[in-house]
T-cell receptor, first 109, second 116 residues
């Protein structure tokens, strides 16, 4: 069993739709990260959070530490949001990152 | 934060050859990390590159196959040796910085390797 599970694996949405990607983890963590991977392979960090909720523009990330669950929401989705979104956690016991397999998002105009 | 420049961004290589990937960071960092991402898979840590000492390899990865250099605190290379089609992956270098009590990760642009 992977330490980080994401759902869905693939997601296709119409432009303007509200999108939710879910992440569950099984290890103790100090922080959870949402990453965006572009088609070329490069990865950009979107959020780092250890409690509550953060918002950057149309992106919102929430985390529930007790339930070991996080969600990434995209409001008013746009084709330029098309990418792979990866959930990663930093384990405070193993001092290492664990990565989900990613959610491939395609937003259709 | 840290800005990482990784090259090449992609390459197509013949089996049996080797490819060296370079990673340059805009600030001095103690540890640099090399990851592999096979198609449809999550990132897997290959090794941690330490300046002034040998790299630390994860289970399943060996120095003969993935030699790493770390000549200073801003630069590292990963070589994929004697390549086979199974080595076709995205390879990423990464650094981690401490932001208050949280560890944040930064990644290079990735090297998409195809072995034919």
């Amino acid at each position: 069993k992977n330490e980080v599970e994401q759902s869905p694996q693939n997601l296709t949405a119409q432009e303007g739709e509200f999108i939710t990607i879910n992440c569950s983890y099984s290890v103790g963590i100090s922080a959870l990260h949402w990453l965006q991977q572009h088609p070329g392979g490069g990865i950009v960090s979107l959020f780092m959070l250890s409690s509550g909720k953060k918002k950057h523009g149309r992106l919102i990330a929430t985390i529930n530490i007790q339930e070991k669950h996080s969600s990434l929401h995209i409001t008013a989705s746009h084709p330029r949001d098309s990418a792979v979104y990866i959930c990663a956690v930093y384990s405070n016991t193993g001092n290492q990152f664990y990565f989900g397999t990613g959610t491939s998002l395609t937003v259709i105009p | 934060s840290a800005v990482i420049s990784q090259k090449p961004s992609r390459d197509i290589c013949q089996r049996g050859t080797s490819l060296t990937i370079q990673c340059q960071v805009d600030s001095q960092v103690t540890m640099m990390f090399w990851y592999r991402q096979q198609p449809g898979q999550s990132l897997t840590l290959i090794a941690t590159a330490n300046q002034g000492s040998e790299a630390t390899y994860e289970s399943g990865f060996v120095i003969d196959k993935f030699p790493i250099s770390r000549p200073n605190l801003t630069f590292s290379t990963l070589t994929v040796s004697n390549m086979s089609p199974e080595d076709s992956s995205i390879y990423l270098c990464s650094v981690q910085t401490l932001d208050w009590e949280d560890t944040e990760a930064f990644f290079g642009q990735g090297t998409r390797l195809t072995v034919v």
